[in-house]
């Protein structure tokens, strides 16, 4: 995008690069854009919008971070100088979406097997004696409608956290191993995660891999009119190829 918009950048016009990537592309997009007499500064937006919107936590970087941020408090943003050096507010947010996209990798592929062996009730409350503090099934419902709302953008974003991970000297091993992070294999729940459907038998366990004892082959959680759970109860879920 920005050796798009080079050419016609104005000598000392901002340039803000809200663009989640790692700190290596945000140094290349910068080369462009002050090589053309711009004034490129990072912006790394740290959580999601809603219900921040504009006052969503930015974090600044480069040369020029310190003299656009108190403009843009002025417009409303809640924006604050990561450092002067161009790539740390990337570093900081690619190193989080490392978490917070492994996270929801994990969080998916282990609700959907759990639901195929009808052991979710058991699942959850093993989760939630281990961490108390977390409501999973809240966290879960919240984690599959974000991929399934921005599956795509974020699959993209997972690679670059792995490059991110590279450009350290580092092997991405978790980056590169969360389904949404290899190319062509996108984390997308299908449509029946999100949607209501009548309920059918979970599929049979694999074969040689008998199916815990004590528990029922579908969950038998209620899910209110409107309400999402971790795993909707009456909905049947794949992870799409």
Known sequence: MAAACAPGIRSGVWFLDFNSASPGAKQRAAAHIDGAGGRYVEGAVMTSLPPYRIRVPLLLGGQGARELAPLLVALGFAAKVASDELGVSSAVKMCRSMMIKGLEAMVIESFTTARAYGVEDAVLASLKET???????????????????HGRRRAEEVREVAETVREAGLTPW??????SGRAGSPILPMRACSEPRERRTSPAAPTGVPRPTGFSRASSRKVSPGESAAFPADAQCAIAP
């Open 174 to 179: 978790s980056a590169s191993g969360t389904p």
């Open 131 to 149: 961490f108390p503090s977390i409501d999973w099934e809240k966290q879960g419902a919240y984690f599959f409608q974000r991929v399934i709302e």
